[in-house]
């Protein structure tokens, strides 16, 4: 990470660099699995890598598009921006730009591959809902996100995810039920598309287990920083209590986005899908804001 004031995390820094490495050696053998099948899948993979740098270096830009954001100067909105001068000057960290989505959905993101190049994100829905120093903890939890980097890494992780994606659909279009001789071999496509699964499966279990410790460590960055620990969780709850009240037609639409959101929209019946959520359940991170708001206490 670098040189900011937030709390620096070991755990976090540790997790990013096992699964950067986990991911390589997959997609290593990923790869290596295609050539020794005889699958000329260079075009794939060039375009997947194009994929990857346009989702890197343009990701702030891509995630204001399909939030429908649009960056607010501070004579638009004083108050947020007044809020993010206090704590990039807390956290002795460069600004972000300052957006504001016209969503009733609850929510804040951050998202850019360093701190020069970032983005802080809230949805009306959430100036509207939160008392300032609640809206503070949630910005601060955003801003961690940029100071840790894990949102360059996440964004480099997905990569696998894309790529095996876009192998299954050229097995399932190109080359399914062809042998590898034609004598009765087994499928080449068929060999592709079970790889792929399997790969994807893979990698979209280490993205998710990141992803939810990211979202502690940026609880406690953020509840460090601003030293209302209590502030923050009086914020998840509201929020996430408030979420059941959006309709679900909304909360779908936002789904695709929670990676990168302070707290996940989930549109009701997805009790399944919470076995593999992008952030841990709400109880866990009120139960560690109680914990440092017991440490600061005594100290």
């Not at 496509?189 to 990698?203: D, E, H, P, R």
């Amino acid at each position: 990470m670098s040189s900011t004031r937030f709390a620096p995390d070991r755990g976090l820094t540790s997790r990013m660099v096992v699964t950067m490495f986990l991911l390589g050696l997959l997609y290593v053998a990923f790869v290596g699995v295609l050539i020794a099948v005889g699958v000329q899948a260079l075009v794939v993979l060039v375009f997947a890598g194009g994929l990857l740098l346009v989702q890197y270096f343009l990701s702030d830009r891509i995630a204001l598009f399909a939030m429908h954001g649009r960056e607010v100067s501070p004579q638009e909105a004083p108050e947020l921006h007044g809020m993010v001068d206090r704590l990039c000057a807390m956290a002795d960290m460069p600004k972000p730009r300052v957006a504001i989505a016209d969503s009733d959905v609850p929510n804040a993101f951050a998202t850019g591959r360093n701190q020069k190049n970032s983005v802080l994100c809230v949805t009306t829905g959430i100036l509207r809902r939160l008392e300032p120093q609640e809206l503070e903890g949630v910005l601060a939890h955003e801003l961690s996100h940029v100071a840790h980097r894990d949102v360059a890494v996440m964004t480099i992780a997905s990569f696998l995810g894309i790529v095996a994606g876009l192998m299954t659909r050229f097995a399932l279009y190109t080359g399914l039920g062809r042998s590898r001789d034609n004598n009765g071999g087994l499928p080449i496509g068929l060999i592709i598309m079970l790889v792929s699964i399997v790969v994807y499966a893979i990698s979209f279990l280490l993205t998710r287990a990141l992803s939810r410790y990211r979202e502690l460590a940026a609880d406690r960055a953020g509840a460090l920083l601003t030293q209302r620990p209590s502030a923050l969780a009086s914020a998840l709850t509201k929020v996430t209590g408030d979420m059941a009240r959006i309709p679900s037609r909304d909360l779908r639409e936002a789904e695709p986005f929670n990676a990168f959101y302070f707290a996940p929209a989930l549109a009701k019946g997805t009790s399944i899908a919470n076995l593999f959520s992008t952030h841990p359940p709400l109880e866990r991170r009120l139960e560690q804001l109680a914990r440092i708001s017991a440490q600061l206490g005594r100290g």
